[in-house]
Structures are given as C-alpha cells and as structure tokens.
C-alpha cells in the first residue's frame, strides 16, 4: 500500500504561482513514476504531469507544457508541481499519483487538493 498526501493548493488570481507537494509513505520502493492529475466540475479527469522516479524523465499535458514543472525528491518521498502563469482554466481540484513497477497505470491516489484561480 502506498499513501499519499497532497498540500499546497489555495485560491488564487490568474497570472500567480502555487506550488504543490505530494508525499508518499508506505511501499515506496515499489514507485517507478508519481504524477499529478486534475478534475474540473462537471468535466473528466486530465493528466497534468508525470515524472519518473529512478531517472527524473518528465512528460506534460499540452495545456500546461511550459507553465508547470514537476519535481522529486527521492529521500524525502515528495514531487512538487510549480504552478506558474496560472489561469482560470487552470482551476480544479489536483491529484496526486503513483505508478508501481510493472503496472501500467496509475494504482495509487491521494484525496485532491483543490486550486481556485479567478480572473
């Protein structure tokens, strides 16, 4: 089992930063990649960033590519999102998630932190 807790969402104008944290506990060492999802109201759940854990290979979602940047770090057990440019359309509550070795998804969820940019 592995859980995570999520930190650092908040309310927000457009054009500020935030910076998220994700810290997992558990079976850690079973992590091959952590990464942030996002859902919006009445809207299906978007993949925002991933990362992979052993060599830090970074992958991002075309709607953000350029305004966050995922992190990690390996001794503490956390990736961070930095969140810059934010935008309206930005707003949703932001999940935190792992993928273990050998699983082709992402098995493991935190409970959302939610972000409020307004205009």
């Known amino acids: 089992q592995v859980q995570l807790v999520e930190s650092g969402g908040g309310s927000v104008q457009a054009g500020d930063s935030l910076r998220l944290s994700c810290t997992a506990s558990?079976?850690?060492?079973?992590?091959?990649?952590m990464g942030w999802f996002r859902q919006a109201p009445g809207k299906e759940r978007e993949f925002v960033a991933s990362?992979?854990?052993?060599?830090?290979?970074?992958q991002y979602g075309n709607s953000v590519m350029g305004r966050f940047t995922i992190s990690r770090d390996n001794v503490k057990n956390q990736v961070h999102l930095q969140m810059n440019n934010l935008k309206p359309e930005d707003t949703a509550v932001y999940y935190c998630?792992?993928?273990?070795?050998?699983?082709?998804?992402?098995?493991?969820w935190g409970q959302g932190t939610q972000v409020t940019v307004s205009s």
């Open positions: 998630a792992v993928r273990e070795l050998g699983i082709e998804t992402f098995n493991y």
């Open positions: 558990g079976r850690t060492s079973s992590t091959a990649s």
């Open positions: 990362i992979t854990w052993n060599f830090g290979i970074t």
